[in-house]
């Protein structure tokens, strides 16, 4: 394979900006080297991370911080807690690390978000670098400053908007991921072109079989895409207050699918995909979405082997009560997002429980 060139995208939000780099097999002593410049370095990571690729990291952070310590996590959801957030903080407290600190998250979406939350929250807050190696993280939770830890009465409910200092994206960790990581990821890439890039849909439509199977240099042409669509998004709304609020396309639905299955029977990017086929049947009702539309999200749910139908049968019942818990709410109404077609998404609230439930319905219940 030859060489691929590395990839940045600028995030600017407010008066701050940093770079997401992205490649494969690129990170190297003197890009974690001139991060870290002689800082106090907290490694919170994976426990699940390789060997190899955990060593040679490891090994490039010691050699260029003034102190290294790390901390090794099961990325769980029932993990992503207020006693993990503890754990990390105990030991930068026991350990005297100063406000110049800087914590590097090396892992999915879980260690993404406990490592930026723990940043957050540390004295007042503090710098830290994300290292994603999920598919997942790569595309989604690494980018905007989103950070947050599960309560026993809803996920993400305790949280904040802590942005990173820098991203690195290293697309060869994916060879190391089991398949079901590989679809979830797909999942939330397939989203972005769904509710902001018709082109990249259609692009994606082309070549989500090389995808599936990891092909470079699409694959990082892919992440880099979606990130550059999230980006976009984020900069113009940090704190999700206006246009932000089109990436949980799919997610009421998906959380609450999550809560029902006990965050065992479905991962995220499982839900989520049953979330947007639920989400597209109700655009279908709110929108006139066409029926075209909806079957090509179909089809490429179908292309890249992402489950269309549910586990088991899942009361509709169930499911609008469980997402009642969902955080994004206005009011007493819960808001979801909406399609007027393929690149083109809105929020709406206010809609009737039998509305929603038809959508339920027609979506999950037919195979």
Known sequence: ?????????????????????????????EILSDLVKKKEVLLVHDKNIPSSALNKIESFLKSSSSEFLKVELEASEENKSQASIETIHNLLLEKGFSRQCIL???????????????????????DFVLIPTTLLAQVDASVGGKTAINHPKGKNMIGSFHQPIRVLIDSSF??????????????EMIKHGIIEDEDY??????????????????????IKRSVEIKSNIV???EKEA?????????????HGIELVGQYKEYNHGEAVALGILSAAKLSQ?????????????????NKAGIRTTTLKEINPEDLYSAMQSDKKKQGKDLNFIVLEKIGKAKKINGLSKEKVLKAIKTSLFTS
């Open 1 to 29: 394979m030859n060489k691929m060139k590395l990839e940045t995208v600028e995030i600017s939000i407010n008066e701050n900006s940093y770079n997401i780099e992205i490649g494969n097999n690129f990170l190297s002593e």
């Open 104 to 126: 590097v998250g090396l892992g999915g979406g879980i260690i993404c978000d406990l490592c930026g939350f723990a940043a957050a929250t540390y004295q007042r807050g503090v």
């Open 174 to 187: 994916l060879s190391t991921l089991p398949e079901r990581e590989i679809k979830s990821g797909m999942v």
């Open 201 to 222: 849909f259609n692009w994606l439509e082309e070549n989500i079989n090389q995808i599936s199977k990891l092909e470079e240099p699409i694959m990082c042409e892919a």
């Open 235 to 237: 900069s113009q709304d």
């Open 242 to 254: 206006g246009i932000r609020a089109i990436l949980n396309f799919g997610h009421t639905f998906g």
């Open 285 to 301: 009702m709110t929108e006139d979405l066409s029926s075209e539309c909806v079957e090509r999200i179909y089809s490429v749910f």
